[in-house]
């Protein structure tokens, strides 16, 4: 039973709904309604988050950067696939060495699974040798919401030009095995790839696993 429970909360990790669990109520703490999602092709909406060191940070400030947003919880089952492989790693520390900003965020709501003090993503990414560009704090699910991010890990990549160019999952294997990545079709590697060769997305939209 305990066991159940342990994997019943790690699923319910991973399907967020902008700093609450899904299912929860459709508006934030002050009533405030769900925008509409941005769609692909369309101007990414600017935010701006306190990172896990206290420092404001906001997406304009890396205009004529490529972009990745991820969104991301410790506890989900889908997030540890991909960092207990090394693979999210492996992609953040190649985004690096192109240029790409990779901003990680976590919009879980205090009390709920995978949520923790600057302190405790820091160290969460420590123990992972996770590489990100930063790591930024949506306890209240403003920017969740915004982009209408409901699992763990959602994935999207934006342009130079501050443009959507992909979303969804990270991969074509939507399993929590770690060893399916050495055989999965990465699409945010492709959508990053085309982007610095300036070619359109060839698969721009998928859905998301978590």
Same mark, same amino acid.
């Given at each position: 039973? $305990?066991?159940?429970?342990?994997?019943?909360?790690?699923?319910?990790?991973?399907?967020?709904?902008?700093?609450?669990?899904?299912?929860? &109520?459709?508006?934030?703490?002050?009533?405030?309604?769900? &925008?509409?999602? %941005?769609?692909?092709?369309?101007?990414?909406? /600017?935010?701006? !988050?306190?990172? +896990?060191?206290?420092?404001?940070?906001?997406?304009?400030?890396?205009? $004529?950067?490529?972009?990745?947003?991820? +969104?991301?919880?410790?506890?989900?089952?889908?997030?540890?696939?991909?960092?207990? @492989?090394?693979?999210?790693? @492996? !992609?953040?520390?190649?985004?690096?060495?192109?240029?790409?900003? +990779?901003?990680?965020?976590?919009? @879980?709501?205090? *009390?709920? &699974?995978?949520?923790?003090?600057?302190?405790?993503?820091?160290?969460?990414?420590?123990? +992972?040798?996770?590489? %990100?560009?930063?790591?930024?704090?949506?306890?209240?699910?403003?920017?969740?919401?915004?982009? *209408?991010?409901?699992?763990? &890990?959602?994935?999207?990549?934006?342009? $130079?030009?501050?443009? !959507?160019?992909?979303?969804?999952?990270?991969?074509?294997? %939507?399993?929590? /095995?770690?060893?399916?990545? $050495?055989?999965?079709?990465?699409?945010?590697?492709?959508?990053?790839?085309?982007? !610095?060769?300036?070619?359109?997305?060839?698969?721009?939209?998928?859905?998301?696993?978590?």
């Amino acid at each position: 039973m $305990k066991a159940m429970m342990r994997t019943a909360l790690s699923l319910a990790a991973c399907l967020m709904v902008a700093g609450s669990i899904a299912g929860a &109520p459709a508006r934030s703490a002050t009533h405030e309604p769900i &925008p509409e999602k %941005p769609p692909v092709g369309k101007p990414a909406p /600017d935010f701006k !988050l306190t990172d +896990w060191k206290g420092k404001e940070v906001s997406l304009s400030q890396f205009r $004529k950067k490529i972009v990745v947003l991820e +969104w991301f919880s410790d506890e989900c089952p889908f997030v540890k696939k991909h960092y207990n @492989s090394g693979n999210m790693q @492996s !992609l953040q520390k190649e985004a690096a060495t192109k240029g790409v900003v +990779w901003l990680t965020i976590c919009s @879980s709501a205090q *009390g709920k &699974p995978g949520f923790h003090t600057g302190e405790g993503q820091q160290q969460v990414m420590r123990n +992972w040798n996770a590489s %990100p560009s930063d790591f930024l704090i949506d306890a209240e699910g403003k920017v969740g919401r915004m982009y *209408g991010s409901k699992n763990t &890990p959602t994935m999207y990549v934006i342009g $130079k030009d501050g443009v !959507l160019i992909y979303e969804g999952a990270i991969d074509d294997t %939507p399993d929590a /095995d770690p060893g399916s990545v $050495k055989t999965a079709k990465n699409y945010v590697r492709a959508a990053i790839l085309e982007a !610095l060769s300036n070619k359109a997305v060839t698969t721009s939209v998928t859905k998301a696993y978590g």
